[in-house]
Each structure stands twice: as C-alpha cells, then as structure tokens.
C-alpha cells in the first residue's frame, strides 16, 4: 500500500508542471532593467514575481488590445501615450487597473497570483517605483 502512494504521489508531482512562455532575448531584458523612461511616452511594467500558480498562464491586455501571457517569474514592458489606461488580466477571473499616464514616467503593475477554485486567480495593483524595480528585478522579460 505505502508502494502505491509513493507512485501515485510521484506521478502527480509530474503532471504538475510549469507554464512556459516566449521569453524575450536576455539583451533586452537587460535594457528594460535599466528603467530609463522616454520623455514623450510612459512606460508600464506588468510582472508577476511569485512562483504560486506557475502551471497557469495569465493573459494580459491593454486598453482592450493583447499584450501577452505571463507565467511564473516573468514581465511584460510596454510603452504608452500620456492618458488614462486600462490594463486587464485574466486568470479564473479578471482583474483591471486604471494608469493616468504621465509622458516621462514609469508605472508598476504587480499580477498577485492568488488562489482560486479550479485555478489560480490574480489581482492587479499599480505599486510604487522601489516595490515594482524589485519585482521586475526578480523576473525575466516576456517576448512580445
């Protein structure tokens, strides 16, 4: 008996893998670790910096337009024009955040993974500079 919960143990830790995603050429994950803004755009940072749900892809968009998956460990970067802005994540539920971007700055946006019922959930929330350089440090840039 203690055989078979071993085995049976064994192959469910198996099955339960990593979700993958395209990841971005380190060169330019490097580059968005810089944290240089442009004077006529605002950047945004969307990075998911746990390791809960990481057999789960999240869909990100903004304003309504994809942007693309995070997985465990990852970030997603992406410029914007001045103006209010409406980033949208979808795991077993939706989560949005509201940005008023400002031209010249950077804006943070951390994808909390959460637990949900049949899968993991998320919740968006837009952080400050020194918690969002630190989660973004922690993660890997997405290919877009």
């Known amino acids: 008996m203690f055989k078979k919960l071993i085995v049976i143990v064994a192959l469910s830790f198996t099955m339960v893998g990593c979700a993958s995603v395209k990841m ?12 240089m803004s442009k004077a006529d755009v605002a950047g945004v940072y969307i990075y998911r910096n746990e390791s ?7 869909d990100v968009s903004l304003d309504g337009k994809p942007l693309g998956q995070t997985a465990k460990k990852t970030y997603i970067y992406t410029e914007v024009q001045p103006g209010s802005h409406t980033v949208t994540s979808k795991a077993e539920n939706t989560s949005e955040v509201t940005i008023d971007a400002v031209a010249g700055k950077l804006y943070y946006v951390w994808q909390e993974v959460k637990m949900g019922i049949m899968s993991a959930r998320n919740k968006l929330s837009l952080v400050d500079e020194a918690t969002g350089k630190t989660g973004v440090n922690e993660c890997k840039l997405v290919a877009q």
């Open 24 to 35: 971005a050429d380190p060169a330019q994950d490097s580059q968005a670790k810089q944290f």
């Open 52 to 58: 809960m749900g990481g057999a789960v892809k999240m």
